[in-house]
């Protein structure tokens, strides 16, 4: 076990509808990454939070959006849902540079979009 | 752009075989390397990762991971494989510049099947 946790586990939503995962980063940890994992595909790189500020992204629309929180936790929150956002969300958390590559994963959020 | 490519997508083999995958990726500077491995039912774990020094990187669990900077390749090598060996394996790569760190990119993973 990496301590990062993720909650919900498993959420059903129809198109349209508005989504929010979240994310508890491992102890000692400032910086949370998240990552879509489409099925039979590898992540995919979303965007990334460091001491509460995005600091940098993917190619994701802007109805992907995220917040980090004092205590490092963070939210992922997706718009407008669409059907090819059916996936497994993974929040990665690592420590500041030059650690920030070495990260640690969650068990994820599984998402259907029906 | 990087790009990150794993050559197999399913691997079947039988208990106590050497297992070798393959990844290659597409980036002409530093790098940063990893192979990750999710066990059916549990979250990625890191097994072994490259930033600098000895080319020849030693994981947890028996695995070893070769860095060839001339061919672009960092392949997973275990040489007698188990039965709960069986997993997604993903090779990633970050290109370590300042707006970059953090940012892996993943290969589709290759599924690895250990018979009995």
């Known amino acids: 076990e990496t301590g990062v946790t993720q909650s919900p586990t498993h959420l059903i939503k129809t198109r349209g509808q508005q989504v929010t995962l979240r994310c508890s980063s491992q102890s000692g940890h400032n910086t949370v990454s998240w990552y879509q994992q489409a099925l039979g595909q590898g992540p995919q790189f979303i965007f990334q939070?460091?001491?509460?500020?995005?600091?940098g992204r993917g190619n994701f629309p802007p109805r992907f959006s995220g917040l980090q929180f004092p205590n490092y936790s963070s939210e992922l929150n997706v718009n407008a849902l669409e059907l090819d956002d059916s996936a497994l969300y993974l929040c990665?958390?690592?420590?500041?540079?030059?650690?920030?590559?070495?990260?640690?994963f969650g068990p994820g959020t599984r998402l259907t979009v029906l | 752009a990087q790009s990150v490519s794993q050559h197999n997508h399913h691997v079947i083999l039988s208990e106590a075989a050497s297992l070798e995958l393959g990844c290659n990726y597409s980036y002409g500077g530093t790098v940063n390397l990893f192979w990750y491995v999710q066990y059916p039912g549990q979250h990625l774990q890191l097994l072994l990762k490259y930033f600098s020094g000895d080319p020849l990187v030693k994981g947890i669990k028996g695995f070893e991971a070769e860095f060839i900077k001339s061919k672009f390749s960092f392949n997973l090598r275990k040489p007698s494989v188990q039965w709960s060996d069986t997993a997604e394996y993903f090779c990633a790569v970050n290109a370590p510049t300042t707006d970059s760190w953090g940012k892996l990119q993943f290969g589709a993973g290759t599924q690895v099947v250990v018979t009995p």
């Open positions: 939070y460091y001491r509460e500020e995005e600091n």
């Open positions: 990665a958390s690592s420590q500041d540079y030059p650690d920030t590559d070495t990260q640690y």
